[in-house]
C-alpha cells in the first residue's frame, strides 16, 4: 500500500517504499563519508525509539538535540523521536548555558542528545538547574559523559517494536511535532509550537517549485538543521529522493563541495555576500586583459534579467562570459550546481543577477519560523522567477496584504502557537491569519515583495519614516562593510554602526596606503580609512530620498557574530543587543 505522507517520520519510510538511496545521509568523520543507507536510517531510528521507550519515555515527552554541526545521527534521532509521540526540541548550540537552561526548563525537556564536548559542558552545566533533564547522551566519545552507541544498542532489543508501532499508528498530522526556540533580539526565546501537518504540508507544497533533477542528485547541507528552514529543506530532500551529504562546518564548505559535487543547497544571504566578495577580490588581485576580462564578466552579470529579458545582444555576450570567466565560478562550487535557496532575510539583487548570470541560479523564498517556514519562493521553471521579489505564494497558503502594509498569512503551515504564552500567540494569530511583522506587497503578476520589517521601521524627529533593512542591504553592498545597523529612531537623522570587512580593509591599506594595521582598532581610527568608507556611504546615499541618507557613521573594531550574541543563528543583526553595546557610539553621534 502507497504510503500517504502525513507526519514528519513518514519521509523517510516513503523513501524506503519508493526504493530507498544507499547514501540517503552522509557524514564525514576521520576524512571518511560515512554513508547511511535509507534502509539503515529507519533502523536505527526504530533501535533509537525502542531505548526511549525502555527509558520511560511517554507520549508528548521531549527531547533535546543540540549539534555543532549537522551530522546524520541529528535524523535517526528525529524518527526515533517522533515517531514514539514525543517531540523534538533542536536547541542552537551557539547559545549561552543559560539559554539553554531556559529552554530545558520551559520546555520540560527530560532527555537530552549533544555532538560533541563543549556542547556537552554548557548543557551538564545548565542541567544543574534544570530538574526535569535526566540524563546527557553524546554523539561523540566523552569521558564521563554516556554515549550515542551505549543508548542504541540499549534499543537492540525488538520485543517492544510492536509499541514502537502501535504509538506511531496513533500519531495523527495534527499532533505536536516540535519546538522551535526562535533566536530572538531581546528577552527570552519564544518555543514556536509545530504540528506534523505544518512542516508535512510546506514540504509538499515546495516540492512543486523545486527543479526536476536528472538520475539521484546530492545536496550538500550546512546551514543548521535545528532551524526550521533547513530542517523543512531535508524533509524535502527525502521525499525527492536527493541524497544528503553535510558539510564537516562552515570553515570546510568549500573543501566539501569539491568532494561532494553537489547539485543542491541552501544559504543564507550573508552566505552568498562572503562568497561574492571573495570571488571579487580575487579578481582585483588579477593583472592586464584577465583583469579587465573578470570585471567585464562581473558587470555584465550584475545586469542580468531572466528569460532573455535584455535581448540577444546580450545573451551572446552572457555565453562568452560563461565560458571564460563564470565557468571557474561553477568549478569553485563542484561544477554541479543546479540551485541555491536563499532564505532567512532579504537577498541584495546584485547577487541574484551575479550568480544567476553565472549559471548558478539562486532561488529566494520567504517565510519564518511560525510558517514552518516556507511562504513564497521563485523558481526557474515557467517564469516564475521576478528578481527583486520573494517569488509567488506557494499551493494551499494564502496571503494578504494589511491597510497598514504587514504581511499576513493563512493555510495549513501556521504554528499551533507560543508555547505557554497565549498572550503573545494572541497578538499574532488573529482570524486564523498570522500577522509576519513584515511589510510587503504583492504586484499584478502574483509576486510578493518585502519592503521592511514593521517592528524596525522608524521615525525620526522630523515625522520620516526610515526602513533600516533595505539602507543595510544597499550599504552591504560595499566590499568595505561587513555588517552595518542603521539607527536614529526619535532622532534628527539616520545613522550607522558599521563593522568593516577587516579581511579586505587591511588588504585595501597595505595595496593603496601602504600601511599594514595590527589590530582592528588601529584601523578603525585611521582618517584615510573613515573617508574610503564615507565615499561607500557616499555612494549608497544616492539611492535614498534626502531625509533617508545616512549623515554620519561610526565604525567597530569587534567582529560581529553569533558568538559574541551580537549575531543570531541565521545571520541577522540583534538590534537592540548591538545598540546597548555600542550606546557609547550612539551618544557619540547624536550626543
Not at 94 to 114: G, L, P
Amino acid at each position: 500500500m502507497a504510503i500517504n505522507i502525513t507526519r514528519l517520520f513518514d519521509f523517510a519510510y516513503y523513501q524506503d517504499e519508493k526504493g530507498g538511496l544507499e547514501d540517503a545521509f552522509a557524514t564525514k568523520k576521520n576524512g571518511v563519508w560515512e554513508k547511511t543507507s535509507t534502509k539503515d536510517l529507519i533502523k536505527q531510528a526504530n533501535k533509537a525509539s525502542r531505548a526511549l521507550l525502555k527509558l520511560g519515555i511517554k507520549v508528548n515527552d521531549r527531547i533535546a538535540i543540540i549539534s555543532s554541526t549537522n551530522r546524520t545521527e541529528w535524523n535517526i534521532m528525529d524518527i526515533g523521536v517522533l515517531q514514539i509521540g514525543a517531540q523534538n526540541v533542536p536547541i542552537y548550540p551557539t547559545i549561552s548555558s543559560e539559554d539553554y537552561e531556559y529552554i530545558f526548563n520551559h520546555a520540560e525537556v527530560t532527555y537530552c542528545f549533544v555532538s560533541d564536548d563543549e556542547v556537552y559542558q554548557k548543557a551538564k552545566k545548565a542541567k544543574m538547574n534544570a530538574p526535569l533533564l535526566k540524563e546527557i547522551y553524546s554523539f561523540d566519545e566523552i569521558k564521563a559523559c554516556k554515549n550515542w552507541i551505549e543508548f542504541l544498542e540499549f534499543g537492540s532489543d525488538e520485543s517492544v517494536q510492536n509499541e514502537v508501532e502501535a504509538r506511531k499508528n496513533a500519531i495523527k498530522p495534527t499532533d505536536l511535532a516540535t519546538f522551535i526556540y526562535t533566536s530572538g533580539t531581546t528577552g527570552k526565546p519564544k518555543g514556536v509550537m509545530l504540528s506534523h501537518q505544518n512542516v508535512v504540508s510546506n514540504v509538499l507544497s515546495s516540492s512543486k517549485r523545486f527543479p526536476i533533477l536528472e538520475g539521484t542528485p546530492k545536496a550538500l547541507s550546512f546551514l543548521p538543521v535545528c532551524h526550521i528552514f533547513e530542517r523543512m529543506i531535508l524533509y524535502l530532500y527525502q521525499y525527492l529522493n536527493v541524497s544528503i551529504y553535510y558539510a564537516e562546518g562552515l570553515d570546510k564548505i568549500s573543501v566539501n563541495i569539491k568532494e561532494v559535487h553537489p547539485e543542491l543547497f541552501t544559504v543564507v544571504p550573508r552566505l552568498l555576500e562572503k562568497m561574492y566578495d571573495a570571488i571579487v577580490a580575487k579578481g582585483t588581485e588579477l593583472t592586464g586583459i584577465k583583469k579587465a576580462l573578470f570585471f567585464w564578466a562581473l558587470n555584465l552579470g550584475l545586469k542580468y534579467e531572466p528569460y532573455g529579458q535584455n535581448g540577444w545582444w546580450y545573451e551572446f555576450k552572457l555565453k562568452i562570459a560563461r565560458k571564460l570567466i563564470f565557468v571557474k565560478w561553477q568549478a569553485a562550487l563542484g561544477g554541479k550546481i543546479n540551485t541555491m535557496v536563499s532564505g532567512s532575510a532579504a537577498l541584495q539583487t546584485r547577487l541574484t543577477r551575479v550568480f544567476c548570470a553565472a549559471g548558478i541560479p539562486v532561488m529566494e523564498g520567504y517565510g519564518l519560523t511560525e510558517t514552518s517556514p516556507v511562504i513564497s519562493v521563485n523558481m526557474q521553471d515557467n517564469h516564475m522567477q521576478r528578481i527583486g521579489t520573494v517569488g509567488k505564494i506557494i499551493e494551499g497558503v494564502e496571503v494578504k496584504i494589511a491597510d497598514d502594509g504587514e504581511i499576513l498569512c493563512k493555510g495549513p503551515n501556521v504554528m499551533i502557537g507560543y508555547y505557554k504564552d497565549a498572550e503573545k500567540t494572541a497578538e499574532v494569530l488573529e482570524n486564523g491569519y498570522f500577522h509576519t511583522g513584515d511589510k510587503g506587497e504583492i504586484d499584478a503578476d502574483g509576486f510578493l515583495k518585502i519592503t521592511g520589517r514593521k517592528k524596525e521601521i522608524f521615525k525620526t524627529s522630523g515625522g520620516k519614516y526610515i526602513s533600516p533593512a533595505l539602507l543595510e542591504n544597499e550599504m552591504k553592498q560595499s566590499l568595505f562593510i561587513e555588517q552595518i545597523l542603521i539607527i536614529g529612531e526619535n532622532q534628527k537623522m539616520p545613522a550607522a554602526i558599521i563593522q568593516p570587512n577587516f579581511a579586505f580593509v587591511k588588504e585595501w591599506a597595505k595595496r593603496h596606503l601602504n600601511i599594514e594595521f595590527s589590530s582592528n582598532t588601529d584601523l578603525i581610527f585611521n582618517e584615510k580609512v573613515i573617508e574610503r568608507i564615507q565615499e561607500e556611504i557616499d555612494k549608497g546615499n544616492e539611492h535614498f530620498g534626502k531625509w533617508e541618507k545616512i549623515k554620519r557613521f561610526e565604525l567597530t573594531s569587534d567582529v560581529w557574530g553569533v558568538d559574541n550574541g551580537l549575531l543570531t543563528p541565521t545571520m541577522k543583526p540583534k538590534r537592540d543587543i548591538i545598540i546597548k553595546k555600542y550606546s557609547d557610539l550612539y551618544t557619540k553621534i547624536y550626543g
